[in-house]
């Protein structure tokens, strides 16, 4: 067991000389061959899940011949790959911010004691969570560890959330506010809906039309059974059509950006 152990920390120890020096080397290319290796890359790992998920799972080359997709094997472990890498962009978040703001408590900026609160809050969470999480909490000090941990988290961080997501609420009134004003035939159709979608939601609005039957042709002139009928019908209608369009569009910026067609900030210049 504790041989395994060993080889794993001089495994991933190597991994991690490994792609320093990797990063190092690239450091010290030039611009040139900085983006023809981004364009090599991008191509090969978009052709990878081409051929993966385009072909099937066993390939049938002869009558008498049948094959497996020599790509399967690797999905997993290129995901798991790309799951690494999602946690290098995590450090490089943390790393910007910590510059960021650093930079503001150095200059004495306007607000800096704002970044001064986010390290005290950044240091004690990561802190209180990773001893939370890996620490012995039979101690003493893992159990004051564990209850300041439970109140940064419950009293502090979900307390915050809760107060963002309800200004978001005076945002979007105002929002609807601004879009159902009457200026249209389109806008009266809108507040038309909006009002019955409402009114079919709340008790007062289905007791306008409690008397029709529940059953029949005439249930279907009910508040409630309305508002069903423009959520279930109309509105998942266009909602769909909007789906369609948006992985249209995303297949089309996939394919832009795979085949070297999409320009950016880094592809300014043809080279």
Do not use: C
């Amino acid at each position: 067991m504790l041989k395994h152990r060993w080889l794993l920390w001089i495994i991933i120890f190597a991994a991690v000389i490994g792609w320093a020096l990797l990063l190092f080397l690239l450091g010290k290319l030039r611009s040139r061959e900085k983006k023809l290796i981004i364009i090599v890359t991008t191509f090969l790992g978009g052709l990878f899940y081409v051929l993966e998920f385009f072909f099937p799972g066993k390939l049938h080359l002869f009558s008498w011949k049948t094959v497996n997709n020599p790509f399967t094997p690797f999905l997993e472990p290129l995901g798991q790959a790309f799951m690494v890498i999602g946690g290098f962009t995590l450090l490089l978040g943390v790393i910007n911010l910590t510059m960021v703001h650093g930079g503001n408590i150095r200059k004495l900026k306007k607000g800096w004691y704002n970044s001064l609160a986010f390290f005290v809050a950044m240091l004690a969470m990561a802190f209180f969570g990773l001893w939370d999480a890996y620490g012995k909490q039979t101690t003493p000090f893992g159990k004051t560890a564990h209850e300041i941990y439970l109140s940064l988290f419950n009293g502090a961080l979900v307390s915050l959330d809760a107060t963002m997501f309800s200004l978001l609420a005076f945002y979007m009134a105002t929002a609807a506010f601004r879009a159902f004003r009457l200026r249209s035939g389109e806008a009266t159709v809108l507040v038309l809906a909006a009002f019955l979608v409402m009114m079919g939601q709340v008790p007062m609005g289905m007791w306008f039309t409690h008397g029709l039957p529940t059953e029949g042709s005439l249930s279907g002139f009910r508040t409630e059974n309305i508002a069903m009928w423009l959520l279930g019908i109309i509105s998942m209608s266009g909602l769909r059509a909007v789906n369609f369009g948006v992985g249209v569009g995303a297949l089309a910026m996939s394919l832009r950006l795979w085949l070297y067609l999409e320009r950016g900030a880094f592809f300014e210049q043809e080279f």
